[in-house]
């Protein structure tokens, strides 16, 4: 999928404090979500990923729109790097609200997607049942994967596929094009995930997006973003940032330089490298070596 960044617009933004600026070439919303309504249309369950630390930011808006109304799985993936305390509020408020029901994974654990197979199962069995009870033959229930840009559409495929083993040939009348992967059973995948298009009207939404990876990095500012990011861990976990990067103390939001000074990424010169705190930071967080991290809680939605 292709963005289009403005340079300059970037540059005019930033100076309004506005680090991200993506914008999808005219249709290609429209384009994209189209072809997720025909995957769909393929399947009885919809598997939905999102990104455990940003459970708002990183799910789509309107997923009704593009599931024809197939059940729904929610998978709050990267979970092993997600603040455990708050997971299980997020799947509570998911089920009030939503109505659907979700999971929590790290997409490497065969637990989890051993959960993962079984809830899918369980959401997919009405579907068999009515088949049969209409005279039709028992068959496993297809499932697919839909989710933004690096949630971890491709690591929960692969582990699916390595438990399933078995290749299932295209079908006939379905799709030419769609492979099919037999994970057990009861259930098979399309190999492929369906890549939901991303809206990013929301500033404070893209950033966070930016902070996951999900957006490309020529859309935004490493070191905007990395700034944005050291504010809300100052704000959300202030102790998690002082151990971190060895702060004294976190009395005060602590700047790039400040931490670059800390660890001693200077330049030749002798001054703090701030690109280099600005990269690793984000790679820091992406990776949850800061820590288990969480950046939205449901208590601040429902302030
Ligand atoms: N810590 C952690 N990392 C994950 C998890 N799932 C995926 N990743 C990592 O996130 C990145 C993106 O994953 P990928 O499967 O390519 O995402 P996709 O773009 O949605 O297909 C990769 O570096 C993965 O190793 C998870 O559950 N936990
Ligand atoms: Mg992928």
Known sequence: MSVLVRQQDLKKKQENKIMVNIHWYPGHIAKAEK????????VDVILEIIDARIPISSRYDNPDKITNQKPRLLVLNKAD???PALTPQWMSYIKETIGIPSIATSASSSKDLSVLIKEAVQLG???????????????????????????????IINKL?????????????????????????????????????MRLEDQSRAEKLAMVNS?????????EISKVLVGLLYEKYPNYL?????????????????????????????????????AVILSDFRTG??????????????D
């Open 81 to 83: 790097i997600a603040d």
């Open 215 to 223: 957006i490309s990095e020529n859309a935004y500012d490493q070191v």
């Open 35 to 42: 072809k997720l309504r025909e995957q769909s249309n393929l």
């Open 289 to 302: 070596r800061i820590g288990k991290i969480t950046l939205e809680s449901v208590a601040q939605i429902q």
């Open 125 to 155: 069995k009405p579907k068999i049942d009515s088949l049969v009870a209409k005279g039709m033959r028992s068959r496993a229930i297809r499932a697919m994967v839909v989710g933004m840009p690096n949630v971890g559409k491709s690591s």
């Open 242 to 278: 002082k151990q971190h990067y060895k702060l004294d103390e976190v009395v005060e939001l602590p700047g790039l330089e400040d931490i670059a000074l800390s660890r001693k990424w200077l330049k030749p010169g002798g001054e703090p490298d701030t690109e280099r705190s600005a």
């Open 161 to 197: 596929i390595r438990k399933g083993k078995a290749k299932v040939g295209p079908k006939a009348g379905v799709t030419r094009t769609a492979q099919w992967v037999r994970v057990n059973p009861k259930l098979e995948l399309l190999d492929t995930p369906g890549i939901i298009p």
